[in-house]
């Protein structure tokens, strides 16, 4: 019960934390609002069978939830040494508490910036149904806590804040192309295409537009791989990803 | 039974050439205020980092409160608290919220989203420790808008909430002005008096060690010296008094005379040697246009042991 009240305190801090930020919440919606209005747009008048500007979003919609959950997780890192976080490390509660209360929590951020992706989304015009927005808030809350269990597998294996800094774009970025967040991946030749199937943010992505593009006639032209499949992957890797993290760091932690 | 036992504590960082805690053993009985001195780089912080479980040692073993470090972690977490050397509270958060916060990871109360929806006796205590600390009105301000001074003492009685056995304070008064230093350990002897809680402190004013009943000075990794304040300082600091006359010659020779053991500095250095101020001044009939006695300091031999080897 105690460990309970721990994640619940642990996750309320994070999102108050967030919300408490003014200077954060703004830069957090900069970049999603550039790569949709920009790119989105500029590629909007090619002869594409489908909007593009409604497929960047989809895919920054994802990718967002996804890496803000990540990156998240990767500041526990700094935290460890600064702030209120000492106070957590010693305190009677699990590491393990420690790990799902930080998940908690910054899934609970990355929902937060969410809502005015998809504000922004209705402003520049995507259709946006209240069916699609009923099955994409679970889906999100999926994606959000797979990135969070990829936060916590890269953060377990990195030492230092200065190493995450360094580290962190060379995982992210790549995933970006790799992933299809702003362009579409169904015809990479092989190499890539390996890459692509490794890369963990694709399968999210995938979801996210599956559930997106359920009812559109977009879905052949958008969607790699039926949602079932998505979720399935993305829960597997959750699964992994969070049992080695935790064990990982849990272990490390200590033995430095 | 000692409430601290540690026994040949070894921890060598990874990819280090040296240990940076080498056979550490020492106990504290329950109450002691115990100050762990040394030079920076000594091993001091390495030592609170192991004895508040958030370090493995690379050998050797400790028990707080009976319980053993490595086996039962949770249990030492239990009872000990921690003033870190960097402010621990969270900027975002109000006081009372930072409180908050560690109350229920300690499991003293369940979660609440707000102080309102909190039980009753969390909220008497929360009235009773802004009394205390005078900021009946800024309990719900943000830590933003605390002074120094103020920070640590909530840091303190936060820490103090979950009553543990143990407190540990690393350098609890760095860049504190003298006033709030001297407040906040007027506040700390409080503590101790009241709860007689055992604390273990570092520190780098030696005036704070003075108060120590036990003093343990740490260099390289081991322990250099130990002993209450006044064995220290015994053992290592020579007690003397300065004299001078007009007449030096006469002077000179009296105390040759007399056989005291001396030395000019130019002013003559009495050894006391065991004997005491009053009686050499006493035998001395030469007019003195000079007297000087010295009482040594603490910080006087912490130096001369830290420099004794280096």
């Given amino acids: 019960m105690s460990e309970l009240n721990g994640i619940l305190a642990i996750a309320y801090r994070d999102l108050l934390k967030f919300l408490r930020d003014p200077i954060r919440i703004v830069s957090t919606l900069i970049f999603p609002a550039m790569f949709v209005v920009l790119l989105g747009n500029s590629f909007e008048g090619l002869d594409t069978r489908f909007s593009f500007l409604t497929y960047v979003f989809t895919g920054i919609l994802a990718q967002t939830l996804y890496q803000s959950t990540a990156m998240g997780i990767i500041s526990l890192i700094e935290d460890r040494e600064n702030d209120f976080s000492q106070e957590i490390f010693v305190s009677p509660v699990s590491r393990y508490t420690i790990v799902f209360g930080k998940i908690f929590g910054e899934t609970l951020v990355s929902m937060t910036q969410g809502v005015p992706i998809l504000l922004l989304g209705l402003l520049i015009g995507i259709p946006l149904t209240i069916k699609q927005l009923i099955y994409l808030f679970p889906i999100s809350i999926i994606v959000c806590l797979a990135g969070g269990a990829f936060g916590v597998i890269v953060m377990a294996n990195l030492n230092n804040q200065r190493a995450a800094n360094q580290i962190f774009p060379f995982i992210m970025f790549p995933q970006y192309f790799l992933a299809g967040v702003f362009n579409p991946i169904n015809a990479l030749p092989w190499y890539l295409n390996i890459l692509s199937l490794l890369s963990p943010m694709r399968y999210a992505v995938d979801l996210i537009r599956g559930i997106f593009y359920a009812d559109l006639p977009d879905y052949s032209y958008t969607v790699l791989q039926s949602p079932s499949f998505n979720l399935i992957i993305v829960i597997i890797t959750f699964i992994i990803f969070l049992m080695i993290g935790t064990w990982v760091f849990v272990r490390g932690e200590r033995n430095r | ?310």
Wanted: aromatic share 8%; glycine share 6%; net charge neutral.
């Fill in chain 2, 1 to 310: 039974m000692p409430i601290i036992e540690v026994h040949q504590l070894i921890k060598r960082y990874k990819n280090a050439n040296t240990n940076a805690v080498d056979g550490v053993s020492f106990n504290v009985a329950p109450g002691e205020l115990f100050a762990l001195l040394g030079p920076n780089g000594a091993g001091k912080t390495t030592i609170i980092s192991i004895l508040t479980t958030t370090l493995s040692p690379t050998s050797g073993t400790a028990t707080i409160a009976g319980h053993d470090l490595e086996k039962s972690a949770s249990e030492v977490r239990k009872n000990v608290g921690i003033i870190f050397q960097k402010p621990s509270l969270d900027l975002n958060l109000t006081a009372e919220e930072n409180v908050r916060f560690h109350a229920i990871l300690y499991g003293l109360y369940p979660f609440r989203l707000t102080f309102s929806t909190m039980p009753i006796q969390y909220r008497q205590q929360i009235d009773e420790l802004a009394t205390i600390l005078g900021i009946e009105k800024e309990i719900f301000n943000p830590i933003k808008t605390f002074s120094g001074g103020m920070t640590r003492k909530l840091e303190i009685m936060r820490s103090l909430i979950h009553r543990p056995k143990v407190l540990f304070l690393d350098e609890p008064t760095v860049g504190l002005d003298p006033a709030s230093r001297r407040n906040l350990w007027q506040y700390i002897q409080k503590v101790r008096q009241e709860s007689n809680t055992t604390i273990l402190l570092t520190t780098h004013y030696l005036d704070e060690a003075e108060e120590a009943d036990t003093i343990c000075i740490i260099n390289r990794g081991k322990i250099v010296s130990y002993g209450t304040p006044e064995q220290i300082k015994a053992e290592l600091i020579e007690e003397y008094i300065l004299v001078d006359a007009t007449d030096r010659a006469r002077l000179r020779t009296e105390l040759t005379q007399l056989g005291f053991a001396f030395t000019e500095t130019p002013h003559f250095k009495i050894q006391l040697n065991g004997s005491t101020a009053h009686y050499i001044v006493k035998s001395i009939n030469t007019p003195l246009n000079l007297l000087k006695t010295h009482s040594p300091t603490l910080e006087e031999a912490y130096i001369s042991i830290v420099e004794q080897l280096t």
